[in-house]
């Protein structure tokens, strides 16, 4: 089972940026995915991003281009850079991790990351 951590949240005032980080150990497969999800008291959560073992990306559409997923060499930190952040962008924000054995394509997605649990999460606050 891999367990993760967050870390990088704080307030910022709207424009701003700040990188979050993910910490996930207990990977032993290469066919891995780590994603970012953000969710407000009260509502649903929103799906941001995802990175998978090769570095292939996904992003929710309304977030292209002003976040970035990334992950580091030893594919144990996944950073989720967020630039231009608006007040809307105001959540805590988790990552989850799964691995297979299996060879799959496609499998590094938002509905896989959906049925995930997060970490204990890391708050973001934009202010206007």
């Known amino acids: 089972q891999v367990q993760v951590m967050e870390s990088g949240g704080g307030s910022v005032q709207a424009g701003g940026s700040l990188r979050l980080s993910c910490a996930a150990s207990g990977f032993k497969y290469r066919q891995r995915c780590v994603g970012w999800f953000r969710q407000v008291p009260g509502k649903g959560r929103e799906e941001v991003a995802t990175?998978?073992?090769?570095?292939?990306?996904r992003y929710a559409d309304s977030l292209k281009g002003r976040f970035t997923i990334s992950i580091d060499s030893a594919k144990t930190l996944t950073y989720l850079q967020m630039n231009s952040l608006i007040p809307e962008d105001t959540a805590t924000y988790y990552c989850a991790a799964a691995q297979t054995p299996l060879v799959m394509a496609n499998w590094c997605t938002f509905s896989l990351i959906s049925g995930l649990r997060g970490g204990q999460g890391t708050q973001v606050t934009v202010s206007s």
């Open positions: 990175i998978d073992g090769r570095g292939v990306t």
